[in-house]
C-alpha cells in the first residue's frame, strides 16, 4: 500500500495564478483533511471531508476550495494564489474520526 | 476553548536524559490525546494516543500522563535518544462525527549526544 500520496512535491506560483493539489488514500478511509504548516504555528486544518461528496471547513479556509468526488481522492485548490498562501500542505486520512491520521509526504508550495 | 497550547517551543536534552513536552486545554468535550512526531521533511507520524478515561499510557520509552482536573497532557521520553531529534505536536479532538484534530504549536527536541 502507498498509503497518502501528495502531488506535486513542490510548486512555485506567481501572485493571482491558480492550481490544484492532489491527495490520493488507498486505505479506503472515509475521512480526509488538508493542513498547511507555518514555522511556529503548528499544522493548521483548512477544509476535511467526513465522506465521498462532502466537505467541510476547518480553521483556516479563505483562499481555498477543495472536492472529493471520489472516496480516494480529496483535491485542495487555490484559485488565485497570494503570498501568504507560501506554505507546506500536507494531506492526510483516517477511518474513523478519533482515529489515527495517516499523513502524506507534503506539498512546499511558494508565491511569488 | 478550541485551542491546544503546547510548551515549550523547543527543547535540548542531553542524550539520556527525560524529555518533557507539556499541552493544556480548554474544552472539556476533547475526549481524543493523540501526539505526533514529525522529521524533517517528512508528514507527522502518530506516536502515541490517550483516552480521557486512563491518566497514563506507555509504550516503551514514550509515556503520556493526563491530568483531566487540569485539562493538561504531557509526553514524556525516557532515556532520550539523538533519533528522538524532532518535532512533537499534541492534539485534541471531539469524538463527533465531522470533528477534526486540533493541533498544539508543536515542540522541536533536540537530543545531543
Known amino acids: 500500500n502507498a498509503g497518502v500520496t501528495q502531488t506535486p512535491k513542490f510548486r512555485v506560483l506567481k501572485t493571482g495564478q491558480s492550481m490544484t493539489l492532489l491527495c490520493a488514500q488507498d486505505?479506503?478511509?472515509?475521512?480526509m483533511y488538508w493542513y498547511r504548516q507555518d514555522p511556529g504555528m503548528g499544522l493548521r486544518l483548512i477544509h476535511y471531508?467526513?465522506?465521498?461528496?462532502?466537505?467541510a471547513k476547518g480553521e483556516v479556509p479563505d483562499g481555498y476550495n477543495v472536492s472529493r468526488l471520489k472516496k480516494q481522492n480529496f483535491l485542495l485548490g487555490l484559485e488565485s494564489a497570494a503570498p501568504s498562501q507560501t506554505s507546506v500542505y500536507f494531506c492526510a486520512s483516517s477511518l474513523i474520526v478519533r482515529g489515527e491520521q495517516f499523513f502524506g509526504p507534503g506539498t512546499r508550495l511558494t508565491v511569488l | 476553548q478550541q485551542q491546544v497550547k503546547q510548551s515549550p517551543q523547543s527543547l535540548i536534552v542531553q542524550k539520556g536524559g527525560i524529555s518533557i513536552i507539556n499541552c493544556a486545554y480548554e474544552n472539556t468535550a476533547f475526549d481524543y490525546f493523540p501526539w505526533y512526531q514529525q522529521f524533517p521533511g517528512k508528514g507527522p507520524a502518530l506516536l502515541i494516543a490517550?483516552?480521557?478515561?486512563?491518566s497514563e499510557k506507555k509504550e516503551g520509552r514514550f509515556t503520556i500522563s493526563f491530568n483531566k482536573s487540569a485539562k493538561q497532557f504531557s509526553l514524556h521520553i525516557m532515556d532520550s535518544q539523538p533519533g528522538d531529534s524532532a518535532t512533537y505536536f499534541c492534539?485534541?479532538?471531539?469524538?463527533?462525527?465531522?470533528?477534526?484534530?486540533?493541533f498544539g504549536k508543536g515542540t522541536t527536541l533536540s537530543v545531543s549526544s
Open positions: 486505505m479506503n478511509h472515509e475521512y
Open positions: 492534539a485534541a479532538s471531539i469524538s463527533q462525527a465531522g470533528t477534526a484534530l486540533i
Open positions: 490517550i483516552r480521557p478515561d486512563v
Open positions: 471531508s467526513v465522506g465521498e461528496g462532502t466537505t
